[in-house]
């Protein structure tokens, strides 16, 4: 990196210690931005990269919650408000006991950028507690996600920070956390969070975005080489929100996706995944992927290793960050697959970045392959703002245009900064410049 970047980051390391996982997501920025500085040296004065890297509010707070058996557990709650030059801080809610202030701060770092990709003045935020969602009950969940919002209720609003799930938060949660807040705020500010039941102000495709958009990127690059989906072999991690419907679009596509997993092990389905069964599972049993080899003759349960094992034309890591390493890229890659999208959040560690573009295969960086979720958030904000709702094909057209257009703003910026193909530089300076003009246009805040 250049001195001027080197310099910020480092100053981010001292000043964030042990948040390892943030730090790696602005390493993999400042790296990029390297070209951008040499040809815009202006957007290193006024410390703007030191400014871009600070959050502007962290909110840290105390959720305690009163569980079936009347035993009192306090968690812990964050958001992080980083950066509101494009608009109100956007960005989901995560629920995982691997959460802290450093995954937080990654996830709304990438988030800015990702929401400046979309285009549609959105600016980025995260937040989110060490809740484990698994193995409690409706109730106890609602009594968390009712004291998680007493708190959050005070810095949120649908032109201050707009909220969304993530891991840990779906459809449920989000309806027992907006309960909360309409009941505190006695108003009904359905702007104030994305997500939403179809009932009470969701869009529709909000539940399939991001999946299907990681899925119409994964084609739009492919469409560079002249080919398609069609035929090809996928490797799917995960079996949440964005797994399934990943699975479902590529399956649209044309396409075979074999495999899927969860925290307990990956599943090896060669004749292809049986959708409604899995749909079965994990959205209305609330299952584990063995529930799904118990009914599904032909498929496998592997626990160990991860779906990098199983040769395929595809990868679609979509589980969780640094999900995939050095080594499973070298695997990947040996057995021929030759297009990766990330819908997860920086699923890839730098080592399987570096082996991705050093083999010169289709890879999407999560910030532009998986925007599809928060896009089509913006287009619910869109529909509450105005009191309408769009159907299903109009949302869908919507979301596949925004996902061509991220695309075509990716291969423009690394066209422009000399490397072509590369969509981790095109990704990040396509989404760093836009940002930045605006931090410049709004003077030193
Ligand atoms: P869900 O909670 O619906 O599903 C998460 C899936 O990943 C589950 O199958 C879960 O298994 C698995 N998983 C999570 N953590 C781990 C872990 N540490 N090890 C192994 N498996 C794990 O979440 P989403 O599908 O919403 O999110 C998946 C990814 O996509 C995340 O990186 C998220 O940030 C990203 N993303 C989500 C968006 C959205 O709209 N929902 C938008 C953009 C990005 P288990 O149940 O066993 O934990």
């Given at each position: 990196m250049q001195d001027v970047v080197e310099k910020v980051y480092e100053q981010v390391v001292?000043?964030?210690?042990?948040e390892s996982e943030f730090h790696q997501a602005v390493r993999e920025v400042l790296e990029s931005l390297d070209p951008v500085i040499?040809?815009?040296?202006?957007?290193?004065?006024?410390?703007?990269?030191?400014?871009?890297?600070?959050?502007?509010?962290?909110?840290?707070?105390?959720?305690?919650?009163?569980?079936d058996a009347g035993a009192v557990h306090v968690n812990r709650g964050f958001r992080i408000e980083f950066n509101s030059a494009l608009g109100p801080?956007?960005?989901?809610?995560?629920?995982?006991?691997?959460?802290?202030?450093?995954?937080?701060?990654?996830?709304?770092f990438e988030q800015i950028f990702k929401n400046s990709l979309t285009n549609q003045g959105i600016g980025g935020g995260k937040g989110g507690s060490d809740f484990d969602p698994h193995g409690k009950s409706d109730a106890e969940v609602m009594r968390f996600c009712q004291s998680f919002m007493t708190e959050l209720s005070r810095h949120i609003g649908p032109s201050t920070d707009v909220p969304a799930g993530d891991i840990g938060v779906g459809g449920r949660e989000i309806g027992y956390l907006f309960g909360q807040y309409k009941r505190l705020r006695n108003s009904y500010d359905a702007g104030v969070l994305t997500g939403k039941g179809l009932a009470w102000g969701g869009s529709l495709v909000r539940t399939e975005a991001t999946g299907y958009g990681?899925?119409?990127?994964?084609?739009?690059?492919?469409?560079?080489k002249g080919q398609t989906l069609e035929g090809k072999k996928v490797a799917v991690s995960g079996s949440g929100n964005v797994a399934i419907y990943a699975i479902e679009k590529a399956q649209q596509l044309g396409a075979t996706p074999i495999t899927f997993s969860d925290s307990s092990g990956y599943v090896v389905d060669e004749a292809g995944v049986d959708l409604d069964l899995l749909k079965q599972v994990k959205e209305v049993e609330r299952?584990?992927?063995?529930?799904y080899v118990s009914r599904r003759p032909g498929s496998r349960l592997v626990t160990e290793g991860r779906p990098w094992d199983v040769p395929v034309d595809v990868a679609l890591p979509c589980a969780t960050q640094n999900e995939l390493d050095g080594d499973d890229a070298a695997t990947l890659l040996r057995q021929g697959c030759a297009v990766v999208a990330e819908g997860a959040n920086m699923p890839s560690t730098p080592e399987a970045v570096e082996a991705f573009l050093g083999a010169g295969i289709l890879y999407a960086p999560g910030k532009a392959a998986n925007a599809g979720g928060v896009a089509t958030s913006a287009l619910e904000m869109e529909q509450n703002a105005g009191r309408t709702r769009w159907d299903f094909a109009t949302a869908e057209e919507k979301l596949t245009a925004i996902m061509a257009d991220i695309h075509d703003?990716?291969?423009?910026?690394?066209?422009?900064?000399?490397?072509?193909?590369?969509?981790?530089?095109?990704?990040?300076?396509?989404?760093?410049?836009?940002v930045a003009d605006v931090m410049i246009a709004h003077g030193i805040v």
């Amino acid at each position: 990196m250049q001195d001027v970047v080197e310099k910020v980051y480092e100053q981010v390391v001292a000043r964030n210690r042990g948040e390892s996982e943030f730090h790696q997501a602005v390493r993999e920025v400042l790296e990029s931005l390297d070209p951008v500085i040499a040809k815009h040296p202006h957007y290193a004065e006024d410390a703007l990269l030191e400014r871009i890297v600070e959050p502007e509010r962290q909110i840290m707070f105390r959720v305690p919650w009163v569980d079936d058996a009347g035993a009192v557990h306090v968690n812990r709650g964050f958001r992080i408000e980083f950066n509101s030059a494009l608009g109100p801080y956007k960005g989901g809610l995560r629920f995982h006991p691997s959460v802290n202030a450093g995954i937080i701060k990654f996830l709304g770092f990438e988030q800015i950028f990702k929401n400046s990709l979309t285009n549609q003045g959105i600016g980025g935020g995260k937040g989110g507690s060490d809740f484990d969602p698994h193995g409690k009950s409706d109730a106890e969940v609602m009594r968390f996600c009712q004291s998680f919002m007493t708190e959050l209720s005070r810095h949120i609003g649908p032109s201050t920070d707009v909220p969304a799930g993530d891991i840990g938060v779906g459809g449920r949660e989000i309806g027992y956390l907006f309960g909360q807040y309409k009941r505190l705020r006695n108003s009904y500010d359905a702007g104030v969070l994305t997500g939403k039941g179809l009932a009470w102000g969701g869009s529709l495709v909000r539940t399939e975005a991001t999946g299907y958009g990681t899925v119409l990127f994964a084609q739009s690059m492919l469409a560079t080489k002249g080919q398609t989906l069609e035929g090809k072999k996928v490797a799917v991690s995960g079996s949440g929100n964005v797994a399934i419907y990943a699975i479902e679009k590529a399956q649209q596509l044309g396409a075979t996706p074999i495999t899927f997993s969860d925290s307990s092990g990956y599943v090896v389905d060669e004749a292809g995944v049986d959708l409604d069964l899995l749909k079965q599972v994990k959205e209305v049993e609330r299952g584990r992927v063995a529930d799904y080899v118990s009914r599904r003759p032909g498929s496998r349960l592997v626990t160990e290793g991860r779906p990098w094992d199983v040769p395929v034309d595809v990868a679609l890591p979509c589980a969780t960050q640094n999900e995939l390493d050095g080594d499973d890229a070298a695997t990947l890659l040996r057995q021929g697959c030759a297009v990766v999208a990330e819908g997860a959040n920086m699923p890839s560690t730098p080592e399987a970045v570096e082996a991705f573009l050093g083999a010169g295969i289709l890879y999407a960086p999560g910030k532009a392959a998986n925007a599809g979720g928060v896009a089509t958030s913006a287009l619910e904000m869109e529909q509450n703002a105005g009191r309408t709702r769009w159907d299903f094909a109009t949302a869908e057209e919507k979301l596949t245009a925004i996902m061509a257009d991220i695309h075509d703003s990716c291969v423009a910026a690394a066209e422009e900064y000399g490397r072509p193909g590369d969509y981790v530089l095109g990704a990040n300076a396509a989404g760093f410049t836009r940002v930045a003009d605006v931090m410049i246009a709004h003077g030193i805040v």
